[in-house]
C-alpha cells in the first residue's frame, strides 16, 4: 500500500502555498497538514495527487486567539492543542470535551483541526462542532480571501465549498456567551473509532429556560447540520425529560440518515434519537 | 516523479543521510534506508500503531508520515530506548510481566507508552489506558501490557 | 534413573524470546534482506468470478525498474497447491488452488499476475498497469445458495461429509423434548499483527532453494515443496525467523510462498514478498463461517437421547492445504463434554465466490460449542430446569474416562478423551468465581432496569496429535546447551516451553539453553507448532532427550565423583551427590569436555554430552474447560459490553503459568472479537467489505474485560511423561457461546442470539424482535 507518486512542496507561508495550489490545481495538488486522513487515502490510491503542499512549516498558521468575539483557530492547530481548554468559557470546556473523543492520542498530536474540516468525512467531530455552533470558515487562494458559513461549507460525503485552488486558513468559531451550556455524546464500536452518530447540545440558560439552542447531528447522514426541529421545541421551555425526549423525536423525525449493508437507516434514526437526548440531558447538568 | 530529496534523520541520536522519493512514507525510510527495522509495519493506514516511533519527543504513527517530513527532526525508535545494556523501565516491565507474545505489536507500544509517561509521568490508571488504547495487539489480550506500563510508569516516577 | 524434583515445571520463568523483542532486534520476514533482491507484488483479481480472456503485462513489463511479469502461462508447468500429505482426499482435488489463476479467478484477491521489481513502491506501480480482459460469471455468495459449478461439470459443492454413531431416529421420536436451532457463525478469521511474507533464495553453490518466512509447519511444507517443485529434500530448506502470530492463519503453504522460490531459481535473484494489510483481508485464510440447523433430543429427566446436525460450510473460492479437516474438527467435537449415545452430523462443503477457508484457533469448536451450547441453554428453559443443572446431568464423569467416540464412517479417527474430571471442574468453577452469588447480583440490577446477564460455555478441546516427534540435544564444551526440534513459534513462548522442560529434566541452567526450531536443514523431520502439538508433543520429545542426556551425564559423573549414579543430582548445570550439596560436584562443561571425541576418558561412551530422543503415541490429550461470561446490554445503541469473563481450564500439567494464561486470556481476547466485532462482509456480488482495519474491527484495549483465570491440573494427560496438555486454542473455544448465553440472560429471552458477530446493529433488531425495541 505504497503511495503513487507526487512532487512535494515546502512553502514557508500561506501566500506560498496558495500560489503552489493555484498552479497545480489541475494536476491535482493538495495541502498536506495532519495527515491523518489524507495520507491512508493515498496508501490505498484511492487519492492520488500529483503535488502535495507541505504547510507544517508554516509557523503563521499555528496560531490560536481570541479575536473579538470569536475564537481563531489557524490551519496548523493540532487536535492535541485542545487538550486543554484554548480559551475561558463554555467553548473552551466544550473543545476539550469534543477532543477525547477524536481518533487516538498519537492521531491527534499530527491531525489538525482545519484538516478535519477540509477533509469533511461525515463522522467528524468538529465538523459537526463547526456546524452546529455555525462556524465561519475562512478561504484563501492566489485570488484572494473569503468567508463561507458552516451551513455553506459542507457540501457532502468528504466535499465541501472550498475551490480546487482554496486552502481552509482559519476556522473561526463564536465565543460562547457564559451561560452557555453543552452536552456532547457520540456512539462508535471501540474508543476511538469514527463515530456512527454523534450530537452536539449547546443553549443559553436564561433563568431557567432554554434559548438558542443548537442540536447538531453528526455522523448519521452525509454531512452534519443543525436541527431546527428539535431546537423548535427546546427554545423557550425549561429543562425537561418529556421536552428532551421531544426534541430527540423530532430530530429522529427529520434526518435522512446513511445506509450500508450492515447499518439500515433505521439504526442511525435510533442513534439520533437516544444521543440527542443523551446530549440535552449532560447539557443540563 | 522519480526526483529524489536529500535528507538527513536523526534517529536515537545518530544522523542519516539518505536521499529518497517524497512519497517513500517515513516508516520505510526508517526501515529501508536507515536500516531501523525494529519499528514495524502493521496496516499501513494508521490504524494498529505498530509504526509508532517519537517524533521531537510526541509518539506518531510513521506510516501516516513521508520520510521527508522527518528532515531535521529527531526521532526515536526502540532500538534507542535501553541505555547500552540497561534496559528502559518500560522494556523490563514488558518481560517480567509477559507484556509480549509474537512481539510484532511491541515495538509501537513501547514507544507510545514512553512518549506518553515522558509528556505526563503523572497521568492517571485511566488516562493512560485510554492512550495505550489506540494501539493495537492480537496476541496478549492487553491486560499484562496495561500491568506492565503501570509498573513502568511507577518505576519511572521514583527514578 | 533418577528425575528430577519439581524445580523449574509450572515456574513463571521469564521468557528465553524476550530480549530481541522487545529491543527492537528481532528478524521477522520484513526485516530479512538478501543482496540484489527483487520485491515480488501480487496482481489480485478484482472480480468475483471470472473467465479470464486476456492479460496484458506488456505496459507493466516496461516500466523502468521490473524485471518481469508472470501469469499462469509462465508456470503452467507447476501444479496446484497440494494438501497436507495425510490429508488428500481424491474427491477433493479438483478443488485446489494454482499459484496464479488458471482460466479462472474465484474470489476477488484471488492472485492473476506476479510483478518482480527493484523495488516495492515500483512494483506496485507496476501492477496498475496491467489490464485483465475478463468475463464476469454468477456469483455464488453465500453457502445457503444452491451449488453452482466450480468448473464445467463440477458442483460447487466439494462434499456431503458426516459423522454417525448409533441411530437418532429412535431418540428424536421418543424424546420428551426436542430442542431445534438455527444458527450462524460469522466469517473471521486470526488476522495477526503482522502480514505474511517469503523471501526465496536461490543458493547457486549447493542448488538449494530456500524460503525465508516460513512458520507453523517448516517440515510438512518442505515435503510438499518437495513435490510440487520436484526437488529432494535435500535441495529445498525453509527458515523461520521471528512471526507475528499466527492462530492458524500463518504457515499453511501458500500460492505467494512458492512463487518466491520458483520466481529465485528462474530470474537468479532473491525474491522479497511482503503482503500489505489490504491484501491480507483478501488473501490469508479465513473461517468460521457456518450456518447450522441442529437439534437434540431429551428423555423426561433432562438426559440427552441424540444429537443431530446438518450444516453449511462456507469454505471460498478454494479448497486448500486442508481439506475437509474444519468441518471435520466441527462434526468430531460437537458433543463436546457431553455423553451423547446417537448422533449424526451432515456438513454441505461449499465453495463460494470468497476468499478461502482453512483452520483458525480451535477450527472448528469455537463453532460447535457455539451451538452445542445454545442448545443446553435452551433445554434448561424448556425444563424449567438450571442451565448449570441441565448440563451437569448430561456431562461425561470422571470415572467414564478414558472416554470413546467411535465414529461409522470409516476413516473418520476415533476420539479418545484421555482423561478428564468435568463435573469437578465444573464445580470448582463455580465455587471460586462465585456463580451463585453473581447470579443473584445480576438479577438485583436486572430488576433496577439494567440489561446485564450471565452465560457460560463447557467444552473439551484436542491437543498433543501423534503420531511421534523428537528432538536432538546437546551440551558443549563451555555448558551452552543447544535444543534441537522441528517444532515452531508464532509467538507463543515455544523456546521458553522447550527450555523449561529441558532445564527441569536435565536439571540445567535455564539461562543457558537455546532452542532451534523452524529450520529444516538442522533437523530432518518435525511437526511444527499447531493444533496445541507443540508442548505436548515436542515437549515430550524434548523430556525424555534430556533425561537421556541426564543419564549420561550422571553416568560420566559418577565415575568424576566416585558415586554411583543415583545418589546423583543436578541443579543449575552442576552435578553433586544428593545428600551432600555443598561437596564435591562437576559441571556438565566438565563432563562435554571429558566426552569429546578422542578424550582419554571416554572409555567405550559414544563422544559427546548429547542424545536424540522421540515421543511416540497414538492417542492425543484432551484439556476442557468452561467459559463464563457478564455482559451489559444497552437497549438505546444495542453495544454489548463485556463486564467480565472467566476461565476455567483444566491443563494436565501446566509447564509455565505465566505462557498458558497468556495463551488464555488471549485466546478469550479474539474470542469476543469473533462473538461481537469481528465480520469479513462479502456484498451478494462477492465484493469484500471490510478489507482495512477501519472496517474489520479488532478488539482494542478498551473492549477487553480483565480475563479471569481458573487453572487446574487435575487430569493429567496418561499419554506423556510429563502428563502435559496443550493450551493454545483453550482461551477462544467457548467464548461466544458463554457471550450469547449472557446476552440471552440480560434480555430475558433464551435463544435470541442465532447470529455472530452480535453487532449493535443486530442487537437492536433482536431487542425489538423480544419486544424491547424502542
Redesign the interface.
Known amino acids: 500500500m505504497k503511495p503513487a507518486s507526487f512532487t512535494y512542496h515546502a512553502p514557508a507561508s500561506v501566500d506560498e502555498a496558495v500560489a503552489l495550489l493555484g498552479q497545480y490545481a489541475d494536476a491535482d495538488g493538495r495541502i498536506l497538514a495532519g495527515g491523518q486522513s489524507l495520507v491512508p487515502t493515498m496508501a490505498f490510491r484511492l487519492a492520488r495527487p500529483g503535488h502535495l503542499i507541505d504547510i507544517n512549516g508554516i509557523d503563521a498558521i499555528r496560531n490560536i486567539s481570541v479575536d473579538g468575539d470569536a475564537l481563531v483557530i489557524g490551519a496548523g492547530v493540532r487536535h492535541a492543542a485542545f487538550h486543554h481548554p484554548v480559551c475561558d468559557g463554555p467553548l473552551g470546556a466544550l473543545l476539550s470535551r469534543v477532543v477525547q473523543d477524536i481518533a487516538h492520542f498519537p492521531i491527534r498530536m499530527r491531525g489538525t483541526f482545519c484538516g478535519s474540516l477540509a477533509h469533511a468525512d461525515p463522522a467528524s467531530e468538529w465538523c459537526a462542532v463547526a456546524a452546529t455552533l455555525d462556524a465561519t470558515l475562512v478561504a484563501k487562494s492566489a485570488d484572494g480571501e473569503r468567508r463561507i458559513a458552516a451551513a455553506d461549507f459542507f457540501e457532502t460525503v468528504m466535499t465541501t465549498a472550498l475551490a480546487e485552488n482554496e486552502m481552509l486558513v482559519e476556522a473561526r468559531l463564536p465565543i460562547l456567551p457564559a451561560n452557555a451550556k453543552f452536552g456532547f455524546n457520540e456512539f462508535s464500536r471501540r474508543a476511538g473509532d469514527f463515530a456512527m452518530t454523534m450530537a452536539l447540545a449547546v443553549w443559553e440558560d436564561d433563568n431557567g429556560g432554554i434559548t438558542n439552542a443548537r442540536i447538531g447531528i453528526g455522523g448519521a447522514e452525509d454531512r452534519p447540520r443543525r436541527i431546527a426541529e428539535a431546537e423548535a421545541i427546546l427554545n423557550g421551555n425549561a429543562p425537561s425529560d418529556e421536552i428532551f425526549r421531544a426534541a430527540a423525536d423530532a430530530a429522529a423525525d427529520v434526518v435522512d440518515p446513511m445506509e450500508d449493508h450492515a447499518t439500515p437507516a433505521s439504526y442511525r434514526r435510533d442513534l439520533v434519537r437516544a444521543l440527542t437526548r443523551r446530549a440535552c440531558e449532560q447539557a443540563n447538568t | ?3 529524489k ?1 536529500d535528507i538527513t534523520l536523526t534517529i536515537n541520536g545518530k544522523d542519516y543521510q539518505v536521499s529518497v ?5 517515513l516508516v ?1 525510510v526508517i ?1 529501508d534506508q536507515c536500516g ?15 509504526c ?1 516511533i517519537l ?1 521531537d519527543g ?4 510513521s ?4 520520510g ?2 522527518a528532515d531535521g527532526k529527531e526521532l526515536r ?3 534507542g ?2 541505555d547500552g545494556d540497561t ?1 528502559h523501565p518500560l ?1 523490563q516491565a ?3 510481566h ?1 507484556a ?8 509501537g507500544f ?1 514507544m ?1 507508552a514512553a ?2 509517561l515522558e509528556k505526563n509521568p503523572d497521568i492517571s490508571d485511566d488516562d493512560l ?18 500491568t506492565a506500563v503501570k509498573a513502568a510508569a511507577e518505576e519511572m516516577r521514583a527514578g | 534413573m533418577a528425575t528430577a524434583k519439581k524445580r523449574v515445571l509450572g515456574e513463571r520463568l521469564k521468557r528465553l524470546e524476550d530480549p530481541p523483542l522487545i529491543s527492537g532486534r528481532a528478524r521477522f520476514a520484513d526485516d530479512i534482506n538478501f543482496p540484489h533482491q527483487l520485491h515480488m507484488r501480487i496482481l489480485r483479481s478484482p472480480f468475483a468470478h471470472a473467465e479470464i480472456k486476456s492479460i496484458e503485462t506488456a505496459a507493466a513489463l516496461a516500466l523502468p525498474g521490473v524485471v518481469a511479469v508472470w501469469t499462469h502461462a509462465d508456470i503452467a508447468d507447476l501444479g496446484p497447491i497440494d494438501f497436507r500429505a495425510d490429508k488428500s482426499a481424491e474427491e477433493l482435488k479438483a478443488f485446489r488452488q494454482y499459484c496464479l489463476a488458471k482460466d479462472r479467478v474465484r474470489y476477488v484477491g484471488d492472485p492473476v499476475a506476479a510483478v518482480f521489481a527493484e523495488d516495492p513502491y515500483v512494483a506496485e506501480d507496476a501492477i496498475e498497469l496491467i489490464e485483465i480482459d475478463a468475463e464476469l460469471l454468477r456469483v455464488i455468495s453465500d453457502a445457503d445458495q444452491e451449488p453452482g459449478e466450480f468448473e464445467p461439470g463440477l458442483s460447487s459443492e466439494a462434499g456431503l461429509l458426516t459423522h454417525t454413531f448409533g441411530d437418532i431416529e429412535p431418540g428424536f421420536e421418543n424424546a420428551h423434548l426436542v430442542v431445534e436451532v438455527d444458527l450462524r457463525t460469522g466469517r473471521h478469521s486470526g488476522v495477526p499483527m503482522e502480514t505474511r511474507g517469503a523471501i526465496g533464495v536461490h543458493n547457486k553453490t549447493a542448488d538449494t532453494l530456500e524460503l525465508y518466512g516460513a512458520a507453523k509447519i517448516p517440515h510438512r511444507n518442505r515435503d510438499t515443496l518437495v513435490r510440487m517443485l520436484d526437488r529432494p529434500p535435500a535441495k529445498i530448506h525453509l527458515h523461520e525467523g521471528h512471526t507475528g502470530g499466527g492462530f492458524g492463519i500463518r504457515g499453511e503453504l501458500y500460492p505467494e510462498d512458492v512463487l518466491v522460490l520458483l520466481a529465485a531459481e528462474r530470474l537468479g535473484r532473491p525474491v522479497k514478498w511482503i503482503e500489505d494489510r489490504q491484501e491480507h483481508m483478501m488473501a490469508a485464510n479465513q473461517g468460521r463461517n457456518q450456518h447450522h440447523k441442529a437439534r437434540l433430543a431429551f428423555d423426561a429427566d433432562g438426559k440427552i437421547l441424540a444429537m443431530a446436525d446438518e450444516f453449511w460450510h462456507d469454505q471460498g473460492g478454494y479448497v486448500r492445504t486442508h481439506g475437509a479437516n474444519v468441518p471435520n474438527r466441527t462434526m468430531c467435537m460437537l458433543t463436546g463434554a457431553y455423553k451423547v449415545p446417537a448422533f449424526r452430523a451432515e456438513c454441505h462443503f461449499r465453495l463460494t465466490n470468497k476468499t478461502p477457508a482453512a483452520t483458525y484457533r480451535a477450527p472448528g469448536r469455537f463453532e460447535s460449542t457455539f451451538v452445542r451450547e445454545r442448545m443446553m441453554d435452551i433445554a434448561a428453559e424448556k425444563f424449567g430446569v438450571d442451565r448449570i443443572e441441565i448440563r451437569r446431568r448430561n456431562l461425561i464423569g470422571g470415572a467414564d474416562m478414558p472416554f470413546r467416540i467411535e465414529f461409522d464412517e470409516p476413516g473418520v479417527e476415533t476420539l479418545l478423551f484421555d482423561s478428564g474430571d468435568y463435573p469437578t471442574l465444573l464445580d470448582k468453577a463455580l465455587a471460586h468465581f462465585k456463580w451463585d452469588a453473581l447470579e443473584a447480583e445480576l438479577a438485583e440490577r436486572r430488576a433496577k432496569g439494567e440489561l446485564v446477564g450471565c452465560g457460560l460455555g463447557i467444552f473439551v478441546e484436542e491437543s498433543g496429535k501423534g503420531p511421534v516427534d523428537g528432538a536432538r540435544i546437546s551440551v558443549d564444551i563451555n555448558g551452552d546447551i543447544e535444543v534441537l526440534t522441528g517444532g515452531a513459534s508464532l509467538g507463543q513462548g515455544f523456546e521458553t516451553t522447550m527450555g523449561q522442560i529441558t532445564a527441569e529434566a536435565l536439571g540445567a541452567d535455564y539461562g543457558k539453553i537455546t532452542v532451534i526450531h523452524g529450520q529444516t536443514d538442522r533437523i530432518p523431520y518435525g511437526i511444527g507448532a499447531h493444533a496445541a502439538r507443540a508442548t505436548v508433543m515436542t515437549g515430550s520429545a524434548v523430556n525424555i532427550t534430556a533425561l537421556k542426556v541426564r543419564e549420561k551425564a550422571l553416568d560420566v559423573a559418577s565415575e568424576m565423583l566416585q558415586t554411583p549414579a543415583d545418589k546423583l543430582d543436578i541443579e543449575n548445570s552442576v552435578v553433586f551427590v544428593a545428600d551432600n550439596p555443598s561437596g564435591p560436584s562437576v559441571t556438565l562443561a566438565e563432563i562435554a569436555k571429558r566426552l569429546m571425541p578422542g578424550s582419554k576418558n571416554l572409555g567405550d561412551r559414544e563422544p559427546n554430552l548429547a542424545a536424540e530422543g522421540f515421543h511416540n503415541t497414538s492417542e492425543s490429550a484432551f484439556p476442557y474447560g468452561i467459559h463464563f461470561a457478564v455482559v451489559k446490554v444497552d437497549p438505546d445503541t444495542g453495544h454489548v459490553k463485556v463486564e467480565r469473563f472467566m476461565v476455567a481450564y483444566d491443563v494436565g500439567r501446566a509447564v509455565n503459568h505465566m505462557l498458558l494464561e497468556g495463551q488464555l486470556v488471549g485466546g478469550c481476547i479474539q474470542g469476543i472479537g469473533g462473538a461481537l466485532f469481528e465480520e469479513f462482509a462479502y456484498s451478494k456480488e462477492g465484493e469484500p467489505l471490510a478489507v482495512t482495519l477501519a472496517d474489520y474491527l479488532l478488539p482494542t484495549m478498551d473492549c477487553a474485560p480483565q480475563v479471569e483465570c481458573l487453572v487446574t491440573e487435575d487430569a493429567p494427560s496418561p499419554t506423556n511423561l510429563l502428563g502435559i496438555k496443550g493450551g493454545g486454542e483453550g482461551g477462544i473455544n467457548g467464548v461466544a457461546a458463554a457471550i450469547a448465553g449472557a446476552i440471552d440472560n440480560a434480555i430475558g429471552k433464551v435463544g435470541a442470539v442465532t447470529q455472530l458477530p452480535v453487532t449493535p446493529q443486530r442487537m437492536k433488531q433482536i431487542l425489538r424482535d423480544a419486544g424491547q425495541g424502542d
Open positions: 516523479m522519480t526526483e530529496h522519493e517524497a512519497r517513500r512514507t520505510d526501515r531501523q527495522t525494529g519499528t514495524h509495519i502493521g496496516c499501513e493506514h494508521g490504524v494498529c500503531g505498530a509508532t517524533l510526541e509518539p506518531v504513527r506510516c501516516l508520515m513521508f521527508v517530513q525508535t526502540v532500538e530506548l535501553a534496559l522494556q514488558f518481560t517480567d509477559h509480549l507474545q509474537c512481539g510484532f505489536c511491541t515495538p513501547l507510545l512518549g506518553i489506558v485510554d492512550a495505550l488504547s489506540s494501539n493495537l495487539c492480537r496476541c496478549t489480550g492487553y491486560a499484562n501490557i496495561i
